[in-house]
């Protein structure tokens, strides 16, 4: 059973950074895509970052220039760095894996598998 599991998150303020870690088990038969996602009460779920396993990165608008994503493959586990960080990045944030190839980087309906997530609140 594949399985992803979120760390790092927690109550930073305003201007500060966090890294978030997604480690991944179960070795899943395929990663062509790997991603992470966020969610604040009431809001759509939002695709804030995503790679490829070819190395190639795409980022929403709201965090490029402040988010970066990376991988270690060796360790099996996604990175998600947050610098200057903002009380709109308040949200739950989850990793996620697409087994094939997808055309929308960060739709979450291409992605099949889930963590549970790890709490950010940014405080002004």
């Known amino acids: 059973q594949v399985q992803l599991v979120e760390s790092g998150g927690g109550s930073v303020q305003a201007g500060g950074s966090l890294r978030l870690s997604c480690a991944v088990s179960?070795?899943?038969?395929?990663?062509?895509?790997v991603a992470w996602f966020r969610q604040a009460p009431g809001r759509e779920r939002e695709g804030v970052a995503a790679?490829?396993?070819?190395?190639?990165?795409s980022y929403s608008d709201s965090v490029k220039g402040r988010f970066t994503i990376s991988q270690d493959n060796a360790k099996n586990t996604l990175y998600l760095q947050m610098n200057s960080l903002k009380p709109e990045d308040t949200a739950m944030y989850y990793c996620?894996?697409?087994?094939?190839?997808?055309?929308?980087?960060?739709?979450?309906?291409?992605?099949?598998?889930w963590g549970q997530g790890t709490q950010v609140t940014v405080s002004s």
């Open positions: 996620a894996i697409a087994p094939s190839w997808v055309r929308r980087l960060l739709a979450a309906y291409e992605y099949g598998y």
């Open positions: 179960g070795s899943p038969s395929s990663i062509y895509y």
């Open positions: 790679i490829g396993s070819d190395g190639s990165t």
